[in-house]
């Protein structure tokens, strides 16, 4: 039974106050989608019986075997709240981490979400994460305190103590709003007065008092209270629960207590006066039980005490009579109880009913969007909204007011692109056929059957006569049958086949079939999109995604199939008004993974969607037959349209490689290439695990913690050329000199170079972009870097806010060298540059001593003949950084300083570059080359000259164990490098939670080894948190007495960098230092000693 008619949705779709846009996040297996089948349910689409246990919206195979969901997808719901009706969108999201970026593409087209909490568990990791999401996208969240069963028959608490755990669960999470809430004040507190970049007093920015703007904003509508009407204690599983309203109706008249006051005091420190029965404060103090206790757990605890626990029937049909819920006879005569405490628990505490009218009162309608969002999500958070073009800024009413009008322009995200199988699209599915249809075809076989009887008495007849003629049937019937055929084998065929729907959302106007919209590409920007079209510049409608050329991001397409999601199915729709989620089919060839469609160019491409995982983990593929290559290739990019967090890169060598966020996600993609899109075997390496490459400080204890006595034993021996520690490189024609050493960057530096790589790009590309725009009049007349007026019009992008950060960032680039010691002081106006790519965690440092060079902070001005030179310099740097000398990956958290450069007299370099070139023989190459190499063998020879050390990618986890195979847990640490930052015991439990971290290179296996040899009771969630330096020696070799002692002449157990290293190195085809055969010996043949 479909409760939804097309009539009515079509009502509701245009009517945005009755629309909600939803999507249910939380750590994974905390119970979504088993909480999305009891919603399921109420529209018939599932029998309320199979609800929590069919998991409806994990519709792959892969997803019901492992029990947790691996993308998000969305179903219309109808709910009728009183005697209003509402359609609820509602996105199923993936709580595994791996899978991050499908919670992105949820959250991007919802207004609210469900966010819900295992109680036992507690807020985890991917729980912050959620929280996280749906904050910076502006949506509002109710919390849902899933699995209070597990309190009652698996921790065993009692009531009081499951108050006290669940108010210690509230508090949890609402730290992490109140985190949320302040980094965000913090960050957008600005000082009053802009200081302009040459006042005296600049310093005083540092002294701001941060803490007021904390003091004056209100947050109390920020967090989640059962009084607030915010929170829901329910277990999904049983199909039951409830909000503290229910409970204050209902003992309003109990009790005779204003329904008001009981719901303002059922949760939190209060008691019944037993005598006066008037509520008091103060129910911890005096020891009493908390009025939630007393109306509300015992009640529960004593239901499933009686049901689940002492199986008392007669007492069952007790409570159901006082609760007046009817029990069928079928339930009651079932063995098992916990279908009678569902039946009975369904009706007393409906949790669809509850959690739905939470969701139709409590979160926003999609025209509730507001200012902050809309400019969220047409600009990214670098660039000032008023740099737009006025066009652009005037879409932002069309956002606000969600019209669905004819004469607004239309504005549709699409956030992902999800495949589906073409017969599964409504307009091949069979569908049951009418009674004309059913006539018809009755007639057609009646026909055939006559004229086959008519044949077959012909036959004889001929054959009779000796003739050869073989009977025919009849031309036009065998043309038929034929057809009929081919035409149901194709589509067989084609059944199977994948097409691409479009995940998207409509944000303004109404998309019907047959509207051309033009598709704007993520990089699309309409400044100069409108430039172009004011050229008269006309965009090919034939164009599509492959024929775009760089600079070129919009194409145009006309809509053909529009859906409505419904879970596993989709039906079709002529036309959707804005504020309502859909589907948009034929779009493959016009959008990769996201988009915008829009009936203006002047509509931005919507800013990016939050990116949480970094994607680690790569494979390279091919195909098991070389001639499958072309099947594997267009597989990739089957692959690659439908996940968004999947990058497929093609390296020089031709290797293909696949970078995922992790084990469970890469495993998915690989099954994926191989069942759904390129449907051919294939050949898979070993993952392969990015490293880094530092300097330390010399150390001064060998592998066996005995002090080093003479440093140059911990230096590579023999190797006396690089002893002395400052590199003094020439260019090939002797014109040019530098003198470069390198030096570990104190590591505070080197995490905040780290942590803002975003804003450091935007301040380059800033940079850049007004130097190549500035004519010399102009640079010379403004010597402030970042003016701070806007009177240099749409050059002026960047927000106040990033020009604070940027300050910021100086500010405390500055704290940080000069607590690192007398060295580094006042180092933070000498960096030169920053890389690998300009923005990495790797210095240059300018400490030439009459080269005046500006910092980084600052656009590059002055007469310094060095000047022209100086763009090649930093590539060199830029070079050097990105692949470093041990294994060619990226260097990390080394500082180059550069102590000298001399460069020879311009005329001279001049007559030089003239006589080369009359001269036809250039025998080094144009200079800026040989400057870039000189700058990059310098930096990689004064890196080499400093002990060396591999950096390994960690990922953290949190264990949940219990007690008894905590040792196998700690064991299966060990044998992988891992370390227990912190563990602890939940509270009234046997539970463990460790926080482990664990090199990522060796977690390959970890997840499945560890719920082996804890018999299924851990799973680790592995999720990417920092670079630590592995304190090994990558070349280190046993050299003291003690060193053989212990390690044996040998060492090959010892050396684990040496071991990374080289892995890397073979698999780069680099060069790798190692013997063969070691100690060999004359091998004698068996057969002849017999
Ligand atoms: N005891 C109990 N178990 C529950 C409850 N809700 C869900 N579960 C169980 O928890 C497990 C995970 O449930 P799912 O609904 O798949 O969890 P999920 O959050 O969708 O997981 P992912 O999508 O993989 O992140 C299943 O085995 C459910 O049966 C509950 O209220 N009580
Ligand atoms: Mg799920």
Known sequence: MRLLNPQKLKELQSNPSRIRNICILAHVDHGKTT?????????????????????????????????ITMKSSSISLLHSK?????????????GHVDFASEVSTAVRLCDGAIVVVDVVEGVCPQTQAALKQAWLENI????????????????????????????????????????????????????????????????????YDWSTGLEDEDDSHLYFSPDQGNV?????????????????????????????????????????????????KGAQEKAKKPLFVQFVLDNLWEVYDTVVVRKEKDKLQKIADSLNIKL???????????????????????????????????????????????????CSATERFDSLPSETQQLKSVFLACSSDEDVPVIVYISKMFPMERGCLPQYRSRPLTAAEIAQRREQARLRHAQRLAQSHDVPHVGGCGDDVIPMPEPHLLSHGDEIKTEEQEAQEQSHEDVFIAFARVFSGTVKRGQELYVLGPKHEPQSALEKLKNGEIIDPNLTLKDLKSGQHITRVK?????????????????????????????????????????????PAFTEQAQVVVPIVRVAVEPAHPQDMAALVHGLRLLNQADACVQVIVQETGEHVLVTAGEVHLQRCLDDLRERYAKVPINVSAPIVPFRETVVVPPTVDMVNEAIQDQSIARKDGDTENTDEVITMCTPNKQSTVKICAAPLPTEVTSLLEAHTELLKAMDKHLHFKAGHQTEEQSSQKSEDFPSDNTSGNQMVLTERTLKAIETLKERLKDAFSAAGDEWKGAENQIWSVGPRRCGPNVLLNRVS????????????????????????????????????????????????????????????????????????????????????AVKEGCR??????????????????????????????????????????????????????????????????????????????????????????????????????????????????????????????????????????????????????
């Open 850 to 933: 009459d080269y005046d060079r500006p910092a980084i902070w600052q656009r590059l001005h002055g007469s310094d003949p060095r000047l022209e030179y100086d763009s090649s310099f930093v590539n060199g740097f830029q070079l050097a950084t990105l692949a470093g000398p041990l294994c060619e990956e990226p260097i990390m958290g080394v500082c180059f300083i550069v102590e000298d450069w001399t460069l020879a007299d311009k005329s001279q370099l001049d007559l030089l570059s003239t006589s080369e070139t009359t001269s036809g023989s250039q025998p080094y190459g144009p200079f800026s080359g040989q400057m870039m190499s």
């Open 941 to 1090: 020879r004064a890196f080499q000259a400093q002990p060396q050390r591999l950096m390994a990618a960690m990922y953290t986890c949190n264990i949940q164990v219990n007690a008894e195979v905590l040792g196998k847990m700690y064991a299966v640490l060990g044998r992988r490098h891992g370390r227990i930052l912190h563990g602890d015991i939940q509270e009234g439990t046997s539970t463990f939670t460790v926080t482990a971290v664990l090199p990522v290179v060796e977690s390959f296996e970890f997840a499945p080894e560890i719920r082996k040899q804890t018999s299924g009771l851990a799973s680790p969630q592995l999720v990417f948190s920092h670079w630590e330096v592995i304190e090994i020696d990558p070349f280190w070799t046993p050299r003291t007495e003690e060193e053989y002692l212990h390690y044996g002449e040998k060492s090959d157990t010892g050396n684990r960098a040496r071991r990374y290293m080289d892995a890397v190195r073979r698999r780069k085809g680099l060069a790798v230092q190692e013997k063969l055969v070691e100690f060999a010996e004359k091998q004698r043949t068996l057969s002849k000693n017999k």
């Open 559 to 603: 809509i053909d199939q529009l859906f409505l999601l419904m879970g596993r199915e989709l039906e079709t729709l002529d036309s959707v008004p804005a504020g309502n989620v859909l589907g948009i089919g034929g779009l493959e060839e016009h959008v990769l993974k996201s988009a915008t469609l829009a009936s203006t160019v002047a509509c």
């Open 328 to 378: 069928t006879v079928r339930d009651m005569r079932h063995t098992d109880s916990k279908v009678q405490l569902q039946a009975l628990c369904g009706q007393w505490l409906p949790l669809a009913k509850t959690l739905l009218d939470m969701v139709c009162i409590k979160l926003p309608a999609p025209y509730e969007i507001t200012e902050e969002k809309a400019e969220k999500l047409m």
């Open 140 to 207: 509002r969240p109710v919390l849902v305190l899933n699995k209070m069963d597990r309190l009652i028959l698996e921790v065993k608490l009692s009531p009081l103590d499951a108050y006290v755990h669940l108010t210690q669960i509230l508090e949890q999470v609402n730290a992490v709003m109140g985190e949320l809430f302040a980094s965000e004040i913090l960050a957008r507190t600005i000082p009053e007065k802009p200081q302009s970049p040459n006042d005296p007093d600049k310093s005083s920015s540092s002294l």
């Open 82 to 94: 009183g005697a209003e009706e509402y359609l609820v969108n509602l996105i199923d999201s993936p």
């Open 232 to 280: 829901i204690f329910a277990s999904a599983m049983d199909g039951w629960g409830f909000s503290i309203e229910d409970f204050a109706k209902l003992y309003a008249e109990k009790l005779g207590v204003n329904e008001k006051v009981l719901q303002k005091t059922l949760w939190g420190d209060f008691y019944l006066h037993g005598k006066t029965k008037r509520v008091m």
């Open 35 to 67: 909480l999305a089948d009891s919603l399921v349910a109420t529209n018939g689409i599932i029998s309320p019986k199979m609800a929590g246990k069919l998991r409806y919206m994990d519709s792959r195979k892969d997803e019901q075997e492992r029990g």
